[in-house]
């Protein structure tokens, strides 16, 4: 591919995410097919759960954003009723808000929130149907106990950043399961872009990692790793979408012996 079709592939990746409304107003056109586009985030990366959980959907930028559309269009439904603007002027699903019925959901009752989210849902199950979904999760107990323990320290002994926290460990593992599935795929030389919500020092850390990992795999990635970019979750729908699975099975998980129609209720 030569670095004009790449430049028109990746605006196309770039700007699949973002609701119709929001690339028109930027007045940038995509142009041309894509590679895939992988959209990655977490839950549980607090003191009150038990496991850390990193989900990443990945699908063609065109079902990306036929689907960004469809989901902030059910955002704004009476589906049974449209979301609030949060505390920074936007409106977007997170889980956060979903669980305490704050911010974008305040004045939802629980009976609202599970029929706003089963539409979110029906949406992500048919616009995902070309790609595929994955997770990463991790003890907070045995982060804390093991690895943190046993990670090496600088002579001053001090821990590295990326091992005082589970979601860098959970981030390498997604990185790599991604890559080698497109590996694996029948049609080589397949790039695919990876988003993630930028959360500040972590997706700069996280943009070093990820061309570490270049780094190291040499040819492997130059075949199959396209670029990396932090963004933000009030914007892009497909990491709303991510959050919103990543809060499922940190749900799943630390609920193992409730039925499957009942996990997400929780």
């Not at 559309?69 to 059910?74: D, F, L, M, R, T």
């Not at 149907?129 to 990670?151: D, I, N, Q, W």
């Not at 460990?169 to 695919?192: G, R, S, T, Y």
Request: hydrophobic share 35%; aromatic share 10%; net charge neutral.
């Amino acid at each position: 591919m030569n670095p004009a079709e790449r430049t028109c592939d990746l605006i196309d990746v770039i700007l699949c995410g973002y609701p119709s409304h929001i690339r028109e107003a930027r007045l940038i056109l995509s142009l041309g097919s894509a590679p895939s586009a992988a959209f990655a985030d977490d839950s549980g990366n607090d003191e009150k759960s038990q496991h850390l959980v990193l989900n990443a959907l990945v699908a063609p930028p065109d079902q990306w954003k036929e689907f960004s559309h469809k989901w902030y269009a059910s955002l704004i439904s009476e589906n049974p009723k449209p979301l609030r603007k949060d505390s920074r002027g936007k409106i977007r699903y997170k889980a956060n808000y979903a669980d305490n019925r704050n911010e974008c959901f305040a004045g939802f009752s629980s009976q609202e929130v599970d029929e706003k989210t089963d539409h979110l849902t029906e949406i992500l199950t048919e616009y995902l149907s070309p790609g595929y979904g994955l997770c990463c999760s991790m003890s907070h107990e045995v982060f804390h106990g093991t690895v943190k323990e046993r990670a090496l320290r600088t002579k001053k002994g001090k821990l590295h950043p990326i091992f005082k926290d589970p979601y860098y460990p959970c981030f390498d593992f997604i990185i790599l399961a991604i890559i080698n599935i497109h590996v694996e795929m029948p049609i080589p030389h397949q790039k695919i872009d990876f988003f993630f919500d930028q959360h500040g020092k972590t997706g700069d850390r996280c943009l070093r990692m990820y061309r570490n990992i270049k780094e190291r795999l040499g040819t492997l990635a130059d075949n199959v790793m396209g670029q990396a970019f932090p963004v933000d979750d009030a914007e892009v729908m497909p990491i709303q979408a991510a959050d919103m699975m990543a809060s499922r099975f940190k749900k799943a998980l630390a609920n193992p012996r409730i039925k499957s129609s009942e996990k997400f209720r929780t």
